[in-house]
């Protein structure tokens, strides 16, 4: 970060400065750029090439020389660029402005509080709202509907997709679903809709039925789940890179990409893991034997066959605590035909790698 008197050299040195954060003096600003290499002077690639070939590679060398034979051969970007920085010559800032957000809104002469009123507000905003939506190619994925009360108190209802959406029917429906939600008072005299979120909508070309069956498009069904129980309580799992199987799976909104990741399948996995594994009293020969028997939550189960062990190792970078930290995961089967994945802390051996106790960690179901 660089904080000077002018925008040239507060670009170059948070660009290419060393220091994290940089502050110049008025006056100072020509020697504390001088060092930079001229990259940081914003020159088109074919200057800085002509210029490397030149041997000028710094600022400082590139200022001090002769401004006519500068001119003559790469033009005036040269010279201009210098007089930017050093404070010269004024250079407009250009602001970066987002784009304002589609919004309609309604003005009642006379308040309205009737969900029928209400409702029937709503499906006269949303296709203008969807109009603007679609002259910018842009789908919504939060909505957001305000309805300002006579006494100054704002009503708010907020609906969210899982994919950009500009359907009418659709968000109407969303909308109205929650109308229960909104307390009128003594009138709503204005509302206001918002596509507070929205993102491009991306088109597929559609696929021949006689060569490939269209995918079931669930995205409207997982919408009216998720507001009604909220976005955080709708989710799937999704693998993650880990060996350690607590850490191998993570939550991801319902209708997230697929990003290509699988769970290992040299070794089956169980269809509920626990949300922490539980400690259980075991007898086995050590080192690398199943349990004879375990007691898990006060029942006593005796092992009938078993198939182990898989050895998991701590990930030594995550913390010095994992670097001898072993695991040894069994299947095993009682007999009354349950199945369950447990395992020993430590490789039945060696003290460091664990405390060899016993824990039930899933339920093969």
Not at 92 to 99: E, G, K, T
Not at 148 to 162: L, Q
Not at 286 to 304: A, E, K, Q, S, T
Not at 305 to 326: Q, S, Y
Request: hydrophobic share 40%.
């Amino acid at each position: 970060m660089g904080t000077t008197s002018t925008w040239g050299a507060a670009h170059a040195l948070a660009r290419y400065g060393r220091g994290r954060i940089t502050l110049v003096p008025p006056g100072e600003t020509a020697a504390a750029i001088a060092d930079l290499p001229i990259e940081a002077l914003r020159l088109p690639a074919d200057i800085i090439d002509g210029l490397h070939g030149l041997g000028v590679s710094r600022i400082g060398p590139l200022a001090g020389m002769p401004r006519a034979p500068l001119a003559l051969r790469f033009g005036p970007d040269v010279a201009r660029r210098l007089d930017q920085a050093f404070g010269r010559q004024a250079e407009a800032i250009v602001p970066v402005r987002l784009q304002a957000p589609v919004q309609v809104s309604r003005n009642f002469a006379e308040p309205i509080s009737a969900a029928e009123t209400i409702a029937r507000y709503i499906t006269k905003l949303v296709p203008p709202l969807c109009a603007g939506l679609e002259e910018r190619e842009q789908g919504v994925r939060r909505l957001d509907l305000l309805l300002h009360r006579v006494d100054s108190h704002t009503e708010a209802v907020r609906v969210a997709t899982a994919m950009p959406v500009r359907d009418v029917r659709r968000l109407t429906r969303l909308l109205c679903d929650r109308i229960e939600t909104i307390d009128p008072g003594f009138g709503i005299e204005r509302m206001v809709l918002t596509a507070s979120l929205a993102e491009p909508i991306l088109h597929r070309q559609g696929v021949s039925t006689l060569i490939e069956e269209e995918e079931a498009d669930v995205s409207d069904l997982i919408d009216t789940l998720a507001n009604r129980v909220g976005t955080q309580a709708l989710y799937r799992f999704a693998p993650v890179e880990s060996d350690v199987p607590e850490r191998a799976v993570c939550r991801v909104p319902a209708l997230a990409a697929e990003d290509g990741k699988e769970w290992p399948d040299h070794w089956p996995r169980p269809t509920r893991l626990l949300p922490r594994p539980e400690p259980i009293q075991t007898m086995a020969v050590l080192p690398d034997h199943p349990p004879v028997f375990f007691i898990w939550r006060g029942i006593r189960r005796r092992i009938r066959c078993a198939d182990g062990p898989e050895r998991v190792f701590g990930e030594w970078w995550k913390g010095d605590a994992e670097l001898t930290t072993v695991r040894d995961y069994f299947r095993v089967e009682d007999t009354s035909g349950e199945t369950f994945w447990v395992y020993r802390t430590g490789d039945g051996e060696h003290g460091e790698t664990g405390s060899q106790g016993w824990f039930l960690h899933g339920l093969f179901e």
